[in-house]
């Protein structure tokens, strides 16, 4: 018989994360499953590293030797079931990791394996079939090193079926953990779109761990018990509905607001948010207070699903290497810029007698000085800054040379310099990239302690592609809110961040900026102001692309797509924010004009 509400904890928001979660939420959490997420979009270039060095790694470590070392035995007495990502590209060695724990312990586990996402093998027939990287639009790349699909929740649901007691996978979307469970715990089938589009919203939230209960919130000063943060929790019921919040006595905050940022983290168009078993809009969906620390969230619908996985390849791309100096006294940054000078200049002459090309690539930040506000900084006389240079090149024994004139900066020129730390590691430059690829070619399959678990034919089922068009909603400002702006009288002008919440994240090189009005009579005024056009003439020092506008006014709403944002994104950039996580903190200086009776 189906439950008819559950608790899921989300322990883990990338490898990496805090030891404290799993611990605290199997302790604290009264929870039913625990769920893990360790796969950002490069994770598996480096585990597939990890593996050619090692056959018997290639998978989040920290999975086994700390998340479930200090909670094994708990989970086991609490009938918790667990499912985790953590097995990257190499799932079967996780779980004997994961076994051998166990019976040092003495504890009977039952452990399943999802596998099939490594679609490396079919890159040679895919080239010749002309399949293109859909970001880019070009040619698949050449030297690629990961090609893995995102698989979705119906294996986990198979694995947990069987009887699974912990569920590892390689590379799935990071909401299949929680979905898989759901659909377990409900009974939800593969044709329920608009469950499995709140199931889906649900693992979004959990899928960043702190981040849904206040972690980069906006508001930071407001969020209590940084030391102490909750981990998040879902509550979900049948219907699909479901409470976001935390374990009590935890720190953190879980408001409209904190959970509202997490769901426009890393996200397209909310009207057609691509997953493996639903097209889902968020446009509708509404946040509630339903208690202290508890946000009910309702109003997620699905569509079929397409006939297509997504794959997230790797690729090497040359090498890298990033140098940072700190240097202190007055005119800090002017000293700092002409000591990147002197070393590119001197390298550069280095390269020429020792017979190699110029740098692929240079990038120069002065952090300190507002380096990623380009021109709307806020000119200082600095004392003390932070020189930050990063380079790139086809040759690793180049970048060595590189690597070997850095500390000399130490005695040769700017006085105050400081902080030198050593000769930069020169790494591989790696590169993402993404393409579609039919369903019926990728065959998703379970052991459950090695034995093969059927796949229900649903899951084999590739449905009917879903009719996926442009972007979705009004992108004209009403006209008397534009008319009034035109009117200074009565309008007070204030940096965007009085009159709206921001969060921002990446996907490859797009940046998306969501942007939540801090009350609804301030949502015209952030449409008419927070346009494409005003926000790429603002963001157009770190902004290449095209900037999209999507809306969601059941959150009151808006997220802006950037592409070409963010230097290549990602391993491949040189920029200190590579991953865009500043990027709504810059547009929140942005100004705007709104009426002073309407300000918070």
Request: glycine share 10%; hydrophobic share 45%.
């Amino acid at each position: 018989m189906a439950a008819t509400s559950i608790r899921i904890g989300g322990a883990s928001g990338f490898w990496g994360d805090s030891s404290v979660g799993a611990p605290q939420l199997v302790r604290e959490g009264r929870i039913d499953f625990l769920v893990f997420d360790y796969l950002a979009e490069l994770t598996m270039s480096l585990l597939a590293g990890a593996r050619r060095r090692n056959p018997a790694l290639g998978y989040a470590t920290d999975f086994v030797d700390v998340a479930m070392r200090s909670v094994l035995s708990e989970v086991a007495a609490q009938g918790i079931r667990v499912i985790s990502n953590a097995g990257g590209v190499n799932p079967q060695a996780c779980a004997q990791a994961l076994r051998a724990l166990a019976d040092e312990a003495g504890i009977s586990l039952r452990i399943a394996v999802v596998e099939g996402d490594d679609v490396l093998a079919a890159l040679p027939a895919l080239r010749d079939e002309g399949v293109r990287n859909v970001q880019t639009g070009g040619d698949l790349p050449a030297d690629v090193l990961t090609a893995n699909a995102y698989l979705g929740a119906l294996p986990i649901r198979a694995a947990l079926d069987a009887g699974a007691q912990v569920v590892i996978t390689g590379r799935c979307v990071d909401s299949a953990v929680t979905l898989g469970a759901l659909m377990h715990a409900f009974d939800w089938t593969a044709t329920d779109y608009d469950r499995l589009a709140q199931g889906s919203l649900a693992g979004h939230i959990l899928e960043c761990g702190c981040q849904a209960t206040g972690g980069l919130f906006t508001d930071w000063r407001s969020v209590p018990g940084w030391d102490n943060i909750g981990y998040p929790i879902v509550e979900c019921t049948a219907d699909g509905s479901f409470v976001v919040t935390k374990p009590e006595g935890t720190g953190g905050l879980v408001s409209p607001a904190t959970v509202g940022e997490q769901i426009l983290y890393e996200i397209g168009d909310p009207a057609r948010y691509l997953l493996p078993d639903v097209i889902c809009d968020f446009t509708d969906v509404t946040l509630t207070q339903a208690g202290q620390d508890q946000v009910r969230v309702s109003g997620a619908r699905g569509l079929a699903p397409t006939a297509s996985y997504k794959v997230s390849a790797t690729y090497l791309d040359g090498f890298r290497a990033n140098a940072r100096l700190s240097i202190v006294g007055m005119e800090a940054a002017d000293k700092a810029r002409r000591t990147a000078d002197a070393i590119l200049a001197r390298v550069r002459r280095l390269f020429a007698e020792q017979g190699f090309e110029d740098f692929t690539d240079t990038h120069v930040e002065i952090l300190g000085t507002e380096a990623a506000y380009g021109p709307h900084a806020t000119p200082c006389a600095l004392r003390d800054a932070t020189l930050h240079l990063a380079v790139t090149h086809p040759q690793k024994a180049a970048l060595a040379c590189f690597s070997r004139e850095i500390a000399p900066a130490g005695t040769s020129w700017a006085p105050g310099t400081t902080g030198v730390g050593g000769r930069p590691q020169v790494s591989p430059s790696i590169r993402q990239a993404a393409f579609l690829i039919d369903k019926a070619r990728v065959h998703p399959h379970v052991h459950l302690d090695g034995v093969a678990v059927p796949m229900p034919a649903e899951a084999m089922h590739t449905p009917a592609s879903a009719q996926v068009t442009g972007p979705s909603g009004a992108d004209t400002p009403a006209a008397d809110i534009a008319a009034r702006l035109d009117d200074a009288a009565g309008l007070v002008e204030v940096p965007l961040i009085r009159i709206a919440h921001g969060r921002s994240g990446d996907k490859g090189d797009i940046s998306n900026v969501g942007l939540i009005a801090r009350t609804p009579a301030l949502l015209p005024w952030l449409r008419a102001q927070a346009t494409p056009p005003a926000v790429g003439e603002w963001l157009a020092h770190l902004v290449q692309g095209p900037i999209t506008r999507y809306d969601l006014p059941g959150l009151h709403a808006i997220n802006l797509v950037c592409e070409r944002a963010l230097g290549g994104g990602g391993m491949a950039s040189l920029r200190n924010d590579p991953l865009g996580k500043g990027m709504a903190q810059v547009v929140l200086a942005m100004p705007v004009r709104v009426p002073a009776a309407l300000l918070p």
